[in-house]
DNA sequence: CAGTAAAATGACTGCTCAGTCATTTTGTTG
DNA sequence: CAACAAAATGACTGAGCAGTCATTTTACTG
């Protein structure tokens, strides 16, 4: 009987699909797509293998999930860091610091989105199309505060698209030093050393 | 009977390994490690599958062999450009140049290298140490100039470890763009746009 | 608490593929 | 060109694993 629109059935989908969605990306994170089996998801999730085809129909399937979930819940995060109107150059550095941040308090969800979203889209099977366009929607957000910066005669003029993409790989780099643990520095400092040199790279 | 070093055996092994990386090059490029097979690889090359294990002792030699021969190579493109005493200015841009181009032409070894050195070293299996160290030797020539160019006054005082790595994740960023089709600009034009960023961003 | 339905289980199947090795082909040498 | 050796071949084996489904367990209901 539905209460509040949803059905017990959906109640419980919903648990179990968050449950296997988090083994799912601690197993994908720590062996890749191919060398990780179902039966490692099953397992972590605590469930045995035959329930994960209950909820997801292909190994494929949930590996989609898991990667869709965390770019949703980052560019999330980063809408609701940049929706503030504030200057073009708080927005930047907000930008920078929420995802270094995301990725600091998701570290193995790391290595599926960079698998992935960073190294061109295309290895395990041809990704969904939708995924290329999440993640170029993140360098838009950042390509309307450049623009607006511009017109504000705070940034020069500079290709947008080339530097939002530029600073989102400034931003990528910066997370695999500190999670390969090369980067000793505090979080903070990171931040600001990438603020820093995108800033006088493009400020007017 | 040995000329100049070389017993015939030697000389069909080097055309042989040659002939099978530059086929498991682009097969793993193609596929990724996992979901290619050494059949593939041996017929890329003209070969039979047991062919390969006679050169190589198993498919992830292969793989580390192909992904060894590509550093190499551009290391050495890499220091040969930058030997040159050239002012650090140039030298800087000469590092992304170099780097930009060899990905240009070897448009089907950025899927290999970008899958391990970019994203953290550690998916199909742990790669042995020395190729972290091919990496950063890439980051310490840049450091090196930077240093330089401090010294010189040239460039302000910046976290140099730091620094050269963010170029090289710029010069990333850009090869992927260029890869996917995603930058429609001449390489020229890309060059100058990372050079400019940089250059302003790092100068005194 | 019996009867029923929903959910979970894990043994099983079929397929893919890395790596092996007995056999065949190619090349060398006197 | 015979006798031998080096190189190449590809059919075969064993392991691993995605996905299925008959059976069991759990939860709900009257």
Redesign the pocket.
């Known amino acids: 009987?539905p209460v509040l629109g949803k059905t017990?059935?959906d109640v419980?989908?919903e648990?179990?699909t968050a449950e296997l969605l988090e083994a799912a990306r601690k197993v994908f994170a720590k062996r890749g797509f191919?060398?990780?089996?179902?039966?490692?998801?099953?397992a972590a999730a605590?469930?045995?293998?035959?329930?994960?085809?209950?909820?997801?129909?292909?190994?494929?399937?949930?590996y989609w999930a898991a990667l869709e979930h965390g770019i949703t819940e980052l560019l999330d995060e980063i809408r609701a860091t940049m929706a503030a109107d504030a200057a073009p150059e708080d927005k930047i550095r907000a930008f920078i610091a929420v995802k270094i941040r995301y990725f600091e308090r998701n570290r193995d969800f790391f290595r599926i989105y960079f698998s992935e979203v960073g190294s061109g889209f295309k290895h395990p099977v041809q990704l969904p199309r939708r995924f290329e366009a999440m993640y170029l929607q993140q360098a838009r957000l950042l390509e309307a505060t450049l623009q607006q910066g511009i017109r504000r005669k705070q940034i020069r003029e500079v290709r947008t698209d080339t530097a939002a993409l530029a600073i989102s790989d400034l931003v990528r780099g910066i997370i695999v030093q500190r999670l390969l643990g090369w980067s000793k520095k505090d979080v903070e400092s990171d931040i600001s050393f990438v603020f820093d040199l995108v800033w006088r790279g493009i400020s007017a």
């Open positions: 009987m017990r059935k419980i989908r648990f179990r191919h060398a990780a089996t179902v039966e490692d998801i099953a605590g469930v045995a293998k035959g329930t994960v085809y209950l909820y997801y129909r292909s190994k494929q399937e949930v």
